[in-house]
């Protein structure tokens, strides 16, 4: 209970300090081209975990993909599609286990992530102030506007880019 909790809090924290809309829009870029630039030697190894239950960067570009694709779109194409569209929690950890993502491919997954990411900074590219102020209803974290959600997109890839550099370390 404690650690939802924090995690509540640390959401409200996210959504209560947004950084403005240009430079969230740079960070999606810039994310995908430091994961790619990243994981382009041919030496990387994708399997490694670093401890049991841990993931490996094929776990994590696989991640990457599914949730651009089935989370973070989504939700966009929902605001800018009806106002106060509801947008469903997801839970996206436990398709790690699910569908097997250690068995697939690391480098393709990647590919698919960077196509999805393309995808996505072109639907919002474009988008007027008040497509941004456009407001729907989280699941888990009630109100929320298409500025409020590129955010949080934005501090999944922080988490995630912080998680990249510490398996290459490995």
Known sequence: MAQGASRAVLVVHMLQNLLPIPLLLADLVTFAQD????LSDPAVDWQCRP??????????????????????QP?????????????????????VEERAYRKQSGPQA???????RQ????????LDEHAWA???QHAFFGPTTMHELLNLVVQHDK???EQVQELLAL
């Open 51 to 72: 401890a049991e239950g841990e993931w490996c960067l094929t776990e994590v570009a696989c991640h990457l993909r599914d949730v651009e694709r089935e989370v973070h």
């Open 134 to 136: 456009r407001t729907g």
């Open 110 to 116: 990647l590919a698919e992530f960077l196509a999805a």
């Open 159 to 161: 988490a995630h880019w």
């Open 35 to 38: 994961v790619q630039r990243a």
């Open 119 to 126: 995808e996505t900074v072109a639907l919002l590219s474009d």
């Open 75 to 95: 939700r966009f194409e929902a605001l800018l599609a009806q106002e106060n569209a509801f947008l469903s929690g997801a839970v996206a950890d436990s398709w």
